[in-house]
T-cell receptor, first 113, second 114 residues
Framework: GESVGLHLPTLSVQEGDNSIINCAYSNSASDYFIWYKQESGKGPQFIID?????DKRQGQRVTVLLNKTVKHLSLQIAATQPGDSAVYFC????????????FGKGTLLTVNP | EAGVTQSPTHLIKTRGQQATLRCSPISGHTSVYWYQQALGLGLQFLLW???????NRGNFPPRFSGRQFPNYSSELNVNALELEDSALYLC?????????????FGPGTRLTVL
């Protein structure tokens, strides 16, 4: 299968700090990328997306950066809050497989009050 | 606007039984996707339905099947259940099937096979 990883990377930050979550994607032909947030017992929630013709996109408190040269995606969360605690997944789409998302392993973000 | 809904929330079955999981997409969405999220394996693509047809499937055996109804809701059936089928089954929908059509997920159905 295409899923990866048994060990979830973790990031622990203090409330109010900025968080940066990184993701390496696999397919250089992918043309659309999405960040999802998954809280315990819930389905993935859409946060922000970016197309391959962009290198940066900003939302409310979140910024996604795309570096196609090294196939790297990052999610920056400003002024992290306890409600941001969750597992964050990057997903890629396209490159001949437009119908499905290929997910990264996820990063567990813990925000300490 | 209502999001993707799934039922049941939890489902407990025994080995060899069949499970049926249901999904209602966001109003106006025609594509429905099923993913399996098993512990330690991440999210894996299972099936894609669009306009009532199965368009593609992931690397899962034929005992995983489903269908999409005229109202675009979908059903996932898992026959001859095995212990390793225990997982969170997630349904997602999108407006279309283009490369930049965002998939929105439901809360999932937690299937436990005993």
């Amino acid at each position: 299968g295409e899923s990866v990883g048994l060990h979830l990377p973790t990031l622990s930050v203090q409330e109010g700090d900025n968080s940066i979550i990184n993701c390496a994607y696999s397919n250089s032909a992918s043309d659309y990328f999405i960040w999802y947030k998954q809280e315990s017992g819930k389905g993935p929630q859409f946060i922000i997306d970016i197309r391959s013709n962009m290198d940066k996109r900003q939302g409310q408190r979140v910024t996604v950066l795309l570096n196609k040269t090294v196939k790297h995606l990052s999610l920056q969360i400003a002024a992290t809050q306890p409600g941001d605690s969750a597992v964050y997944f990057c997903a890629e789409k396209g490159g001949g497989s437009n119908y499905k998302l290929t997910f990264g392993k996820g990063t567990l973000l813990t925000v300490n009050p | 606007e209502a999001g993707v809904t799934q039922s049941p929330t939890h489902l407990i079955k025994t080995r060899g039984q069949q499970a049926t999981l249901r999904c209602s997409p966001i109003s106006g969405h025609t594509s429905v996707y099923w993913y399996q999220q098993a512990l330690g394996l991440g999210l894996q693509f299972l099936l894609w339905y669009d306009e009532g047809e199965e368009r593609n499937r992931g690397n899962f055996p034929p005992r995983f099947s489903g269908r999409q109804f005229p109202n675009y809701s979908s059903e996932l059936n898992v026959n001859a259940l095995e212990l390793e089928d225990s997982a969170l089954y997630l349904c997602a929908s999108s407006l279309g099937s283009g490369s930049t059509d965002t998939q929105y997920f439901g809360p999932g159905t937690r299937l436990t096979v005993l």
